[in-house]
C-alpha cells in the first residue's frame, strides 16, 4: 500500500466521518486532520461537541469553519444570479457547498502539507464526483480517499460496532429512517420509503417546512430588494446576507413554501427520488426571476434561459472550478447591472407568489403597453411589420405546396 503522511478529511461529525478517522488512521498510519464546514446546516448538535468528538476519535487537528458568509457571497448569490434549479426544480444547495468545502480542505492539506484528502461520500451519489473534480482542478497531486466506498462496513450497525470497539463516541440520537444533507439554501432528504417514487412523502421526511395545509390562513406580504441581482433587504430593512437567508428561510417555512419532490437524474447514471425544503432558496429565485422579467431586455432573457439550465448542469455535475464556470459568471454579472429593484411576495399555503414588482431599470413602459387613452404605440406599423416577419413562413409554406402537390 502507497505510503501516506497527512490526510485531511471532511468531517461532519456523524457515523461514517468519525469511523473514517479512526480507520485512516489506523489503514494508513497516517495524521488525520479532521475538517468540518459550517455551511449553516442546522441538524448538528453542537460544533464544540463535533470538535471535542474528533480529538477524541483520533484527529490530531480538529477544524470547525464558519463559511457561511464565504457561501453566501462567493456560491450562493452567484447561482442566485444565474437563476439555477437543476433540471427546474432543485436550487443545489447540497451541490453548491461541495467545491467550497474542497476548496478549503485543499488550503489546509497545503498549510499542513498534507498529501491526501478524503471525504465520506458513498459510491453511489453525486457529492463524491463533485469533490474529487474539485480537488483535482485545485491540486492534483493530492491522493484521493473515499473510505465508504472502500471499506468493509456493509451496514451501519457493522460501523456502530466498530465504533464501539474503538471507543468512538457515538451520539446517541435515534437513526433517521433518511438521509439528510442541509445547509443555508436547502434541505436535502432521500432513502427510506422515499425511495418508492409513487409514495407520498411522510409528514417525518420534512423537516423545516409547516406542511401547506396546514400554514397559516392568511398571506403574508414580504418586500425583497434586489441590487444587481442580489437580494439586500428585506421589507426595506438591509441585512447582511446570511442573516437575509435565515431570515427567509423561517418566513416561507412558515407558510410551507419551498418543498420539492421530483426524480432527477443523478451524474452516476441512475434516477433517484429526492424531496428539497428550501423556503429562502425559493422565495429569492422566484423573485429574482420576476425582476429580470421586468428589467432584461428580451434577446438577453431568452439568452439567460440557455445559460441557467447550462450553469445548473455545471453545478450538479461537479464542475464549479472550471472555466467555463468563470466565462458564464462574466456573461451574468454583465446582464445583473439592471436587476435592481423591489418584488413584493405572497407567501400563502405552500406558494410564494410575485405579486408586483418596481425599479429604475423597468423595461415596461406604461405608455406603450397601455390600451387606454394615453397609448402612443404606434398601430399603423403593426402591418407591415407583420408582412415581413411572416413572409418566409408565407414563402416556405407556399414552395412545400407547390412541390408535394
Ligand atoms: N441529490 C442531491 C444532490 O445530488 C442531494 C444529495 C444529498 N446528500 C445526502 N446525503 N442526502 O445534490
New binding site residues.
Partial sequence: MEKINKIVLAYSGGLDTSVAIKWLKDKYGAEIIAYCANVGQEDVESWDQIEEKGYKTGASKVYIDNLQEEFVNEYIFKAVKAGVK?EGK?P????LSRPLISKKMVDIARKHGADAVAHGCTGK???QV?FEVSFRALEPDLKIIAPVRVWEFKTRNEEIEYAKAHNIPVTATKESP????SNLWGI????GVLEDPWCEPPADAYFWTTAPEEAPAEPEYITISFEEGIPVKLDGVAHNPVELIKKLNKIGAKHGVGRVDMV?N??VGIK?R?I?EAPAATIILEAHQHLEDLNLDRETLHFKYGISQKYSELV?YGLWHSPLREALDAFIDETQKVVTGDVRVKLYRGKATVVGRKSPYSQYQIKLATYDEDDIFDHSSAEGFIKLWGLPTQVSNQVIKSVRK
Wanted: aromatic share 20%; net charge negative.
Fill in positions: 437543476y432543485y443545489l444547495a447540497t451541490a451519489g453525486n457529492d463533485r433518511y438521509s439528510i444533507d436535502s432528504i432521500e432513502c432527477e443523478r451524474l433517484s429526492e428539497y450538479y
